[in-house]
């Protein structure tokens, strides 16, 4: 059975730091790749980043870019979402997801997804 697993939500001050663990199983890691999705209280969820767990190649929304790092351990299934400087706006349920691919255009990241995780709270107070 295909698993994602968020971890790491938690409430942060303005400007602090959080790290975000996407923990997979269920089919073999190196053959997809992985992204990290938020969805803030009355908006549609949206595609932050991804990475490909074989090439390492990684992508990021301008909102997130130069804040937010995205990593993964291919040994333990497993890819991070570091996320730095937060805003009140970052506020959001974040969720990883797996696609044979992603394609990087923010309005089109969730095209190809095939397996959600159920999400983690993250909140920044200002």
Same mark, same amino acid.
């Given at each position: 059975?295909?698993?994602?697993?968020?971890?790491?939500?938690?409430?942060?001050?303005?400007?602090?730091?959080?790290?975000?663990?996407?923990?997979?199983?269920?089919?073999?890691?190196?053959?997809?790749?992985?992204?990290?999705?938020?969805?803030?209280?009355? !908006?549609?969820?949206?595609?932050?980043?991804?990475?490909?767990?074989?090439?390492?190649?990684?992508?990021?929304?301008?909102?997130?870019?130069?804040?937010?790092?995205?990593?993964?351990?291919?040994? !333990?299934?497993?890819?991070?979402?570091?996320?730095?400087?937060?805003?009140?706006?970052?506020?959001?349920?974040?969720?990883?997801?797996?696609?044979?691919?992603?394609?990087?255009?923010?309005?089109?990241?969730?095209?190809?997804?095939?397996?959600?995780?159920?999400?983690?709270?993250?909140?920044?107070?200002?």
């Amino acid at each position: 059975e295909v698993q994602l697993v968020e971890s790491g939500g938690g409430l942060v001050q303005a400007g602090g730091s959080l790290r975000l663990s996407c923990t997979a199983s269920g089919f073999t890691f190196d053959d997809y790749d992985i992204g990290w999705f938020r969805q803030a209280p009355g !908006k549609e969820r949206e595609g932050i980043s991804c990475i490909s767990s074989s090439a390492g190649t990684t992508y990021y929304v301008d909102s997130v870019k130069g804040r937010f790092t995205i990593s993964s351990d291919n040994a !333990k299934n497993t890819v991070y979402l570091q996320m730095n400087s937060l805003k009140p706006e970052d506020t959001a349920v974040y969720y990883c997801a797996r696609a044979p691919y992603f394609v990087t255009r923010p309005q089109d990241m969730g095209i190809m997804v095939d397996y959600w995780g159920k999400g983690t709270l993250v909140t920044v107070s200002s």
